[in-house]
């Protein structure tokens, strides 16, 4: 493979060069863009080995249903029967799914999700405030380590709570601009 | 209305979207002699009971689950809910 | 004359003054001040006219089930009509204005409908619209949409935003009255998550408006420790200004919480309302109780309200109606009211008692056994007319009349799932029945309970249960001491002999239209709100549902119980759209979605066109095009003549894994898929079960057990959702994993004769694309610059075309690198609109063709339903009435004339027949301006169209006035043989 040439340029999600970044009150709103994504389905009847090997990969326990774990830098969290996502730092695991495969070998269906998402970070107090005004979820019930796809204005997301002052949202990539209004909307409704 | 979902627990019923009766979870044969006529009433006859009714509904806000539901068509109450795969397997989908 | 009508006392704050206007005027009161208390101070009692007769009226009560005191609060944008004066709350610089009235309040021209009642009674608008039929919408319905409605509106766009939310709790309190408060606290201090919600801006209820004590407080400042106590505790959110609208299924609550409403405009970013979807696993209806009046001659004049209406605004607002006021009562509570305005120094001119036996006083004269007759006053009230016991008649001077009826439990909510409320004789009144919406329980005067002693115990009680269904333990308080008094009611719902005695004020009915309903056999209740429109204005009857009914019941010679109530239906109180309807308006209806080329495309001045939720360029003009057809026509044009590129991202993909994903397939095409070579590309038609044509697209296959399909755009919703239904409910032991990739990749089409010496020069150099290393239907991994990709070789536009994907957040990268590397070919870059010529052109089947009626053998791809295998439709498609000799086939069409159009949704008919439905021989399903060609084509479903090529058939159109020839030809126009795919 040739060197990356510098005419192909990263965009973020919301159409710019940097991840954007907002302050409101006591949340700060960040674009995320150094995640790779892959999504690991267990194969029919492979299911404990498929969870062997990304336990082994994540150096945890795979998640239960509507849970997440978040390692160094690797993370995870459960989508479906059998299902999760797959995070890494971007910048390390550009090739996520591709490293994935071999480590299946057989026992999972793996696929790159890197750019099917926009994430964006909300950081703070009283984000319970703002998703109450956002999606049915009961944030206020979360300490940490919860999970769940829920509609936020129309939109398909997953939230992932990794604190109570530190929340995920990652929904459809097309539809950044919209999640981001949305989510910026409800922060000054909230605060 | 709320649906347990048997995994999720509670979810509003908003993220799911409706199919109708889990007789269709029994698709005819194709090799029958009378698979024609199977498939037309799988197609086009449906029960509407005023009561218990078992319905298909599927979780596409949430974690993509076909479910089996159990309501009562007079009052909504939900008596069971379960995934349709594990339905499907034990009235003998399985092959 | 400022505020003359002000007592002393009350919970209004007199270090706040504030200004407000009403109909021009400029007024004075103070901050805890309602619109309707600040203009009683200020002596103002006519506050608005009825909806038929236009008659003067004032407040009825005090607050949420008003029916007359109604106006346009606020000015311009802001403004809203059909206000409760009653619950405005009042801030300084409020303008409102009376409604219903040309040209003011006091002089009203409509009122001349007043003089014509007798033509207006109960079902005039049935009787008298009904002839001449011509009439209706020359005459009668310009004249009656003028006079119909309530207040006006602004016309202008709503500047302020709502919210919507969801809240969670273990036991939601609807009231926050002494039943209310008691039964919080009662959870609260037990441990449970509790919501306490008030539509109020004071908590407390009645006990605001009341004089006795609770405990060693007064009953205001008892709530008020109490809503401070509950408003500190974590586990509890307390709300006021909000209104539980509706109980609906498995503990669901909608509640409209005022955010805004009692400031000059909303703060920065805040919304003015939120509509709350309260998630509950218990709730306690302590909404209260509702006083009800009594129906007697001339019972609607300004000054006459409840006597609980008068007496809240004596005691919480210090505001009187008048001097001198009397009170008609068939009940204890009703001396209550005149006791307490004594004390606050209003001269009572007496106590009217319906009863013989009720209490006396030695403060006031009560009259006994009397019944008040007739009342005076154009504007307001200024005497009252009383028959005494022995007949003999009197006249009291006075300004304001309190009426007691008795109370009615506010049971709404308690039957909003069709739960009928029972009858319970000893407080004559209705309380809620057994079928109360899951996990609801009443408590309190709701349930009929109507002391301040009988409240408090039944908030502990009903609480505990409620904690006990949750498993929590209940720490139960202690009461504090109150008053247990009965209310001693009599039933008695109308002074007899009355011409003009008024039930629903809002919508002026009266008693005698009850009868006439009657009287009409109009006897069910829901006939009689229908026939009378008793009960249908925006208070929902809350205060005269109760009287006409009694009227029926004796009519019919039933019960009240007999007779029954109407349905309850959410919302309680009336809610605005913009409250439904949240954030999801204009702008932000819904999502978009942009595709990766939307910032470049927007540079290139692109118009865009909507397609699902996506932004799609539509076309890119170019300087000097002012039509959008030269911009079409280049696009097409330059495209077949040398290349074009196009952002086709929007296409649904879902991988496909596993051991059987072949299989899989093939039971979601119709045509086979478990031979197609790894790196190879195959058309599928998906049908539904019916047998009708339900989607098509592409599966590419990348490893044995890896696919990628498309879908159209505007199905990939519903084609995953299919796709999951075989997989889990009809096929579960297949060993397939599904997932949607759509967004992941940015993907373009580069198509036309120079298409791959551009991606030649895109590509990396050790990529081979040459047509014989990457053949037509070929795909595979390739890179850009470095950058990961796909590249498949597919057209839908019939020329040699690839389509080229890499992760989305190279997609705006790559187009420019696209367009660069195409300025030596002069490549354009087209839209949707040229997409969809070439593909016309080509005649390849789209959305307008796989349009829910058609099948495959009508597409023209009959063919390729495998018989050999099962699939989805397969059975079902082989249905005798899909598959008539004479079934539709998809065909082009020619005008004969070369001038004339081929508009889609035209019909076709064979030449020489009759043109009707009958003879319908099919229609025209995608037309447009073909640039190749130099004429306009058409594609489309004739019947046997395949065998009826070169036969002239007749388009037409009679909507459009389109009536012409055209010929019968190949749908595809451009290189029919397909040799252009191949090279």
Redesign the interface.
């Known amino acids: 493979?040739?060197?990356?040439?510098n005419?192909?340029?990263?965009?973020?999600?919301l159409?710019g060069t940097e991840p954007r970044v907002d302050t409101h009150g006591p949340v700060t709103l960040t674009e995320v863009?150094n995640t790779a994504i892959a999504?690991f389905?267990?194969?029919?009847?492979q299911e404990s080995t498929a969870q062997d090997v990304l336990a082994k990969f994540l150096g945890t326990p795979v998640p239960e249903a509507g849970r997440a774990v978040f390692g160094d830098a690797l993370g995870a969290f459960w989508t479906g029967p059998d299902?999760w996502m797959v995070t890494a730092p971007h910048t390390s695991h550009e090739?996520l799914a591709a490293q994935l495969v071999p480590l299946a070998n057989?026992s999972a269906?793996?696929?790159?999700?890197?750019?099917?998402?926009c994430r964006f970070d909300l950081l703070g107090d009283g984000l319970a405030d703002v998703f109450?005004?956002l999606?049915?979820?009961?944030i206020?019930?979360c300490s940490g380590g919860e999970a769940t796809r829920t509609s936020i204005?129309?939109?398909g997301c997953f939230v992932v709570v990794a604190d109570p002052t530190h929340i995920m949202v990652m929904g459809?990539?097309?539809?950044?601009?919209?999640?981001h209004?949305?989510l910026m909307?409800?922060i000054?409704?909230a605060h | 209305?709320?649906i347990h979902h048997p995994l999720l627990g509670?979810r509003?019923a908003s993220e799911f979207?409706y199919?109708g009766d889990a007789a269709?979870?029994h698709?005819?044969d194709?090799?029958a002699e009378d698979?024609?006529d199977q498939?037309?009433d799988?197609?086009y006859l449906r029960s509407n009971p005023a009561g218990l009714h078992r319905e298909?509904w599927?979780h596409?806000g949430g974690d993509?689950?076909?479910l089996v539901v159990t309501r009562d068509t007079t009052t909504?109450?939900?008596t069971k809910v379960e995934?349709?795969?594990d339905v499907?397997?034990q009235e003998g989908?399985?092959? | 004359m400022s505020q003359t009508n002000r007592l002393n006392g009350g919970l209004i704050n007199r270090d706040r003054p504030m200004s407000f206007k009403f109909d021009g005027k400029s007024f004075q009161g103070y901050e805890g001040d309602t619109l309707a208390s600040a203009l009683l101070a200020n002596n103002v009692r006519l506050m608005g006219r009825s909806f038929k007769y236009h008659r003067p009226r004032g407040p009825l009560t005090a607050g949420s089930e008003e029916p007359n005191a109604i106006v346009e609060l606020r000015s311009g944008a802001r403004k809203e009509p059909n206000t409760r004066a009653t619950t405005a709350e009042l801030f300084d610089g409020l303008t409102a204005t009376s409604q219903n009235r040309w040209p003011s309040l006091a002089f009203d021209a409509m009122a001349v409908n007043d003089r014509l009642s007798t033509f207006f009674a109960a079902g005039f608008y049935y009787k008298t619209f009904m002839w001449p039929a011509a009439f209706w919408e020359k005459v009668y319905e310009p004249i009656i949409r003028k006079a119909a409605g309530l207040g006006s509106l602004s016309l202008e766009p709503d500047p302020d935003?709502y919210?919507?939310?969801?809240?969670?709790c273990d036991l939601l309190v609807i009231g926050a009255g002494p039943t209310g408060l008691m039964a919080a606290l009662t959870a609260a201090r037990s441990g449970a998550e509790v919501i306490l919600a008030d539509e109020d801006f004071a908590l407390g209820g009645r006990l605001n408006a009341e004089t006795f004590s609770v405990g060693d407080q007064s009953a205001s400042g008892w709530a008020a420790s109490l809503v401070g106590e509950l408003s500190a505790m974590p586990n509890v959110r307390v709300m006021p200004r909000t209104t539980v609208i509706g109980a609906?299924?498995?503990?669901?609550y909608g509640a409209v919480e005022r955010v805004s409403d009692h400031l000059p405009v909303p703060a920065?970013?805040?919304?003015r309302q939120?509509l709350w979807?309260i998630?509950s696993k218990q709730a306690i209806l302590a909404a209260g109780a509702t006083e009800r009046p009594i129906a007697f001659e001339q019972n609607d004049r300004p000054g006459i309200m409840l006597a609980s209406a008068l007496r809240s605004y004596v005691n919480r607002w210090a505001a009187t109606p008048a001097k001198r006021v009397a009170v008609f009562t068939n009940n204890d509570d009703g001396h209550r009211t005149a006791a307490d305005l004594h004390a606050q120094g209003v001269k009572i001119a007496a106590v009217i008692d319906t009863r013989a036996d009720g209490p006396v006083s030695r403060d006031y004269e009560v009259l006994q056994g009397a019944q008040v007759s007739d009342t005076m006053g154009r504007l307001g009230l200024t005497f009252v007319k009383v028959q005494l016991a022995d007949g003999s008649e009197r006249t009291l001077e006075c300004g304001a009349l309190g009426v007691s009826g008795g109370w009615n439990p506010n049971v709404h909510l308690a039957s909003h799932q069709r739960g009928r409320p029972t009858w319970q004789d000893d407080i004559a009144a209705f309380v809620p029945g057994d079928a109360l919406p899951?996990g609801m329980s009443a408590a309190g005067a709701a349930l009929g309970h109507f002391s301040t002693h009988g409240a408090l115990q039944s908030g502990v009680d009903v609480a505990t249960k409620a904690l006990d269904v949750l498993g929590i333990t209940s720490n139960r308080p202690t009461l504090p001491e109150a008053e247990d008094a009965p209310i001693n009611v009599t039933p008695f719902w109308h002074v007899d002999g009355a011409k003009r005695a008024w039930l629903d004020q809002q919508n002026d009915v009266t008693a005698k239209d009850v009868k006439l309903a009657h009287q009409e056999n109009f006897t069910s209740v829901e006939h009689l709100k229908r026939y009378t429109t008793l009960g249908m204005a925006t208070d929902q009857g809350k205060t005269s549902n109760m009287g006409g009914l009694a009227i029926m019941a004796e009519l019919a010679g039933k019960s009240i119980p007999q007779v029954g109530t109407t349905i309850f239906r959410p919302p309680y109180t009336p809610t605005a759209i913009g409250t439904l309807a949240g954030?999801?308006r204009d702008e932000?209806f819904?999502?978009?979605?942009?595709?990766?080329s939307?910032?470049w495309a927007e540079e290139q001045g692109a118009v865009f066109v909507e397609v699902g939720?996506?932004l799609r360029a539509q076309w890119f003009p170019k300087d000097g095009e002012t039509h959008w057809r030269q911009s079409v026509d280049r696009e097409v044009s330059q495209t077949r003549k040398s290349v074009g590129i196009c952002d086709v991202?929007t296409l649904g993909k879902i991988?496909v894994?596993?051991?059987?994903a072949a299989t899989f397939l093939n039971k979601i095409y119709c045509n086979p898929f478990a031979k197609v070579p790894v790196g190879k590309v195959r058309y599928g038609l998906m049908l539904r079960?019916?047998g009708i044509a339900m989607d098509d697209g592409t599966a590419a296959r990348l490893a044995e057990?890896?696919f990628v399909v498309t879908t159209t755009t505007a199905n990939a919703?519903g084609v995953y959702?299919h796709m999951?239904?075989v997989r889990?409910?009809?096929?579960?032991?297949?060993?397939?994993?599904l997932?949607?990739?759509?967004?992941?990749?940015?993907q373009y089409s580069v198509a036309g004769p120079n298409a791959r010496d551009l991606l030649q020069k895109v590509v990396?150099?050790?990529h081979d694309i040459s047509n014989e290393a990457f053949p037509y239907m070929a795909c595979g991994e390739i890179?850009?610059?470095?950058?990961?990709g796909r590249l498949f070789r597919i057209s839908f536009s019939g020329e040699l075309a690839y389509e080229i994907a890499?992760?989305?957040?190279?997609?705006?990268?790559?187009i420019?690198?696209l367009v660069?590397a195409g300025e030596e070919f002069d490549a354009v870059v087209y839209g949707t609109e040229a997409l969809g010529v070439m593909r016309i052109e080509k005649g390849h089947a789209a959305g307008n063709e796989l349009n829910g009626t058609t099948t495959a053998l009508n597409l023209g791809m009959g063919r390729m339903v495998n018989k050999k295998k099962?699939s989805i439709g397969?059975?079902?498609s082989?249905?005798e009435g899909l598959n008539t000799e004479d079934a539709l086939k998809l065909v082009g069409f020619k005008p004969v004339d070369p001038s004339k159009s081929v508009p889609a949704g035209a019909h076709l008919m064979t030449k020489g027949d009759k043109v009707d439905a009958a003879h319908d021989q099919g229609y025209i399903t995608s037309a447009c301006y073909s640039p190749n060609l130099g004429h306009h084509i058409g594609i489309g479903f004739l019947k046997s169209g395949d065998t009826r090529l070169g036969e002239i058939v007749r388009l037409v159109s009679p909507l459009t006035e389109v009536d012409h020839d055209v010929e019968v030809v190949s749908a595809h126009f451009i290189d029919p043989e397909g040799d252009r795919l191949r090279v």
């Open positions: 493979m040739s060197d990356r040439s005419d192909m340029i990263p965009r973020t999600p159409g863009t999504s389905a267990s194969r029919l009847g299902q090739d057989g269906s793996i696929t790159e999700q890197n750019d099917a998402w109450e005004r999606c049915p979820f009961n206020r019930a204005d129309h939109l459809p990539r097309s539809s950044a601009g919209s999640l209004h949305a909307t409800a000054r409704s | 209305m709320i509670p509003d979207t199919l269709l979870i698709r005819p194709w090799e698979a024609l498939f037309i799988y197609g298909l599927f596409e993509r689950s076909w909504h109450e939900i995934l349709a795969r499907a397997r989908r399985s092959k | 935003s919210d919507k939310g969801f809240l969670h609906f299924d498995h503990g669901i920065d970013g805040k919304p939120i979807r998630y899951v954030r999801s932000d819904r999502p978009v979605r942009k595709t990766p939307h910032t939720m996506w991202t991988d894994q596993g051991a059987d079960e019916d057990d890896h919703v959702r999951e239904f889990q409910c009809l096929f579960p032991d297949l060993d397939v994993q997932i949607s990739t759509t967004e992941a990749w940015a990396d150099p050790e890179s850009i610059g470095g950058v990961r890499v992760p989305t957040r190279y997609g705006d990268a790559l420019r690198k660069a099962d397969s059975t079902l082989e249905r």
